[in-house]
């Protein structure tokens, strides 16, 4: 690794540091999205959760509330109900908006519908460049939407209805809760937002000295914010609901748990993000964890990625009224 390639290496938590060397850092660009899109589809085969967890599985196509094309959601619910409704956690699933599916949440999904009674949701929303804004708002608030007006179907509680995400989708989740605040159709109760991607304009900003040179680089972030937007990020003008960090004011948002690396690209707007939250009166959960970069998540042995999954699990269940 050159000099100019390791202004953050010694800052990496070594418990999690062998995945920089299998995934040597380059940016994502056009030229090489479709590969990297098999790769990953490589890395996260189909993976069948029923054998592993006492869960049933389903996939099915719900329609747009926009005269978009159909929407594929994959519902998972335990096989021995917890409540007489179930709370529901709406997933939505991370890959910089260009890439990625539901596949890299469904254990994780599965294991919270098995052990605390949730019908675990996740959307298969339309990826940029392909298509862009408001397609992924419109596809993600579509899933939901037609979950909330099949509650009875579902057996779910429309009382107790958290959204949430990683990466990309996290800041799907935050524009999704956005927009749910502004259309006042329904109500969310819990906002789940881990390494989320708030702010197109880190992509034009200046180089940050030691975060974001791992595995999500500014280069890539510039890529997703310009695949998705359809433009150059970092215009004057851009909607919250694409963009959450330019909202004016995050009142009137459920109570959110943010979780980011230290050198995760993210963690300046994850922070100004937290901040934002709390000057409008939002109960917020900041955890940042020292050393901890983007891939994270590939070590849910480590450490902080023990503290985090057990941390995040009880914000959520505290928001739904669970604990």
Same mark, same amino acid.
């Given at each position: 690794?050159?000099?100019?390639?390791?202004?953050?290496?010694?800052?990496?938590?070594?418990?999690?540091?062998?995945?920089?060397?299998?995934?040597?850092?380059?940016?994502?660009?056009?030229?090489?999205?479709?590969?990297?899109?098999?790769?990953?589809?490589?890395?996260?085969?189909?993976?069948?959760?029923?054998?592993?967890?006492?869960?049933?599985?389903?996939?099915?196509?719900?329609?747009?509330?926009?005269?978009?094309?159909?929407?594929?959601?994959?519902?998972?619910?335990?096989?021995?109900?917890?409540?007489?409704?179930?709370?529901?956690?709406?997933?939505?699933?991370?890959?910089?908006?260009?890439?990625?599916?539901?596949?890299?949440?469904?254990?994780?999904?599965?294991?919270?519908?098995?052990?605390?009674?949730?019908?675990?949701?996740?959307?298969?929303?339309?990826?940029?460049?392909?298509?862009?804004?408001?397609?992924?708002?419109?596809?993600?608030?579509?899933?939901?939407?037609?979950?909330?007006?099949?509650?009875?179907?579902?057996?779910?509680?429309?009382?107790?209805?958290?959204?949430?995400? +990683?990466?990309?989708?996290?800041? $799907?989740?935050?524009?999704? %809760? #956005?927009?749910?605040?502004? @259309?006042?159709? &329904? /109500?969310?109760?819990?906002?789940?937002?881990?390494?989320?991607?708030?702010?197109?304009?880190?992509?034009?900003?200046?180089?940050?000295?030691?975060?974001?040179?791992?595995?999500?680089?500014?280069?890539?972030?510039?890529?997703?914010?310009?695949?998705?937007?359809?433009?150059?990020?970092?215009?004057?003008?851009?909607?919250?609901?694409?963009?959450?960090?330019?909202?004016?004011?995050?009142?009137?948002?459920?109570?959110?748990?943010? +979780?980011?690396?230290?050198?995760? $690209?993210?963690?300046?707007? %994850? #922070?100004?993000?937290?901040? @934002?939250?709390? &000057? /409008?009166?939002?109960?917020?959960?900041?955890?940042?964890?020292?050393?901890?970069?983007?891939?994270?998540?590939?070590?849910?042995?480590?450490?902080?990625?023990?503290?985090?999954?057990?941390?995040?699990?009880?914000?959520?269940?505290?928001?739904?009224?669970?604990?």
């Amino acid at each position: 690794m050159s000099e100019q390639k390791s202004r953050s290496r010694h800052l990496v938590d070594p418990e999690i540091s062998s995945a920089l060397d299998l995934f040597p850092t380059s940016d994502l660009t056009a030229a090489s999205l479709m590969v990297s899109r098999e790769n990953q589809a490589k890395m996260l085969p189909q993976i069948d959760v029923t054998p592993m967890f006492p869960v049933s599985f389903e996939e099915i196509s719900v329609p747009s509330y926009f005269g978009g094309p159909d929407i594929r959601i994959e519902i998972i619910k335990p096989l021995q109900p917890k409540h007489d409704k179930m709370p529901l956690y709406y997933s939505i699933h991370g890959g910089g908006m260009v890439m990625g599916s539901p596949v890299v949440d469904r254990t994780g999904n599965a294991a919270l519908a098995a052990q605390h009674g949730f019908c675990c949701v996740a959307v298969y929303y339309r990826l940029a460049p392909e298509h862009v804004q408001p397609s992924q708002l419109q596809d993600c608030y579509s899933g939901l939407k037609w979950c909330v007006e099949h509650a009875d179907t579902l057996g779910i509680d429309v009382q107790k209805v958290a959204i949430g995400g +990683s990466s990309a989708g996290a800041g $799907l989740a935050a524009g999704l %809760a #956005l927009y749910i605040r502004d @259309q006042k159709e &329904f /109500d969310i109760h819990h906002l789940r937002l881990r390494s989320p991607m708030l702010d197109d304009r880190t992509s034009v900003s200046p180089e940050h000295p030691c975060a974001g040179e791992f595995v999500w680089t500014k280069g890539s972030n510039h890529f997703g914010w310009k695949s998705v937007l359809g433009h150059e990020p970092g215009q004057a003008e851009e909607s919250e609901y694409y963009v959450p960090a330019r909202a004016k004011s995050l009142a009137g948002l459920p109570p959110t748990y943010i +979780s980011i690396g230290s050198i995760d $690209l993210f963690i300046d707007e %994850a #922070l100004l993000f937290a901040k @934002q939250l709390v &000057f /409008d009166g939002v109960l917020v959960e900041l955890h940042v964890y020292p050393g901890y970069h983007h891939l994270s998540p590939m070590f849910p042995n480590a450490h902080y990625s023990q503290e985090g999954a057990r941390s995040s699990e009880h914000a959520l269940l505290k928001a739904l009224g669970l604990l």
